[in-house]
Every structure is written in C-alpha cells, then in structure tokens.
C-alpha cells in the first residue's frame, strides 16, 4: 500500500495483545505488507501520530493509517478520534474503529467524529480485509493538499 509513491505506516493502537496478533495476521493474510506499528495505550499513539506537544506536525508529510480500539486504558478511543481528526495535519488520515462495542449511539459518534471504518471485534476476516483494501484504494488516489 503506497500513497503518492510514499510507503504507508499502519498504526495499531490495541491493549489487547491477542486482539493486536490477530489483527495483525489478518492484515497479512489480506496481503498487506505494510510496517505497523503497534502501540498499548493511548498517550504513547498520540505522541507517535501528534508529536509530543501535540501539534501534529511530525505527522504532516507521513502517510498512515490508524487502527483504533476504543477501550484504551489511559483514555478513550473517540478521543483520539476526535483529536487527529481535529488536526490540520492529521485530519485526512483514515482512520478505523476497531471494538467490541456495537452500540448504535457509539458508532454513529465515531462516523460524526470523521471515522472511516468501524469494524466490531472479535474481527470477521472478510469485512476487515475489504475495509484494508478499500482504505488502500483510498490512499492511492489520496494527494497532499
């Protein structure tokens, strides 16, 4: 999965370390074989994805794409939602809900909030591999600004 010739970095934000190997072997068995970088909480994505003062800078040039569970132990998954989709730098970047909830309310909070793709655990193979390979359609037409 290439953006504008750029390699994309996938990043997995999952506290949930058999969620975080299933995930990944199901990217790979999709034929995806993007770096991804995976990460346990909330705070240390965001620093990766916002820099740690949080302006989004570091991100304005890198392509990725974030896999988000929202149940974090540190914070909630629709805040960081809400804070990359926030910022000038980061707001284009796709980003896809995974979680085990499948409330109504709480879906439609995530699309209103700029989710891509909400995809329920435990992860129906299929449904996630189309939803990678739609994103990576995404990103081979996606231009910087």
Same mark, same amino acid.
């Given at each position: 999965m290439k953006a504008s010739g750029k390699e =994309?970095?996938?990043v997995m934000v999952e506290d949930d370390e058999g969620h975080a190997k299933l995930i990944e072997k199901n990217i790979r068995r999709a034929g995806v074989s993007n770096q991804i *970088?995976?990460?346990t909480d909330g705070t240390s !994505?965001?620093?990766y994805i916002l820099g740690e003062d949080r302006s989004g800078e =570091?991100? !304005?040039d890198r392509y990725l794409l974030i896999l988000l569970d929202l149940n974090l132990p540190d *914070?909630?998954?629709t805040e960081i939602l809400e804070q990359v989709k926030n910022n000038q730098h980061t707001k284009r970047l796709p980003i896809v809900i995974l979680t085990t909830t499948d409330d109504e309310m709480e879906i439609q909070r995530c699309y209103d909030l700029g989710a891509n793709v909400y995809i329920t655990k435990p992860v129906e193979y299929e449904s996630f591999a189309n939803a990678i390979r739609q994103l990576g359609l995404f990103f081979s037409v996606m231009q910087l600004p």
């Open positions: =994309v970095t996938i *970088m995976p990460f !994505a965001m620093d =570091v991100s !304005a *914070m909630s998954g």
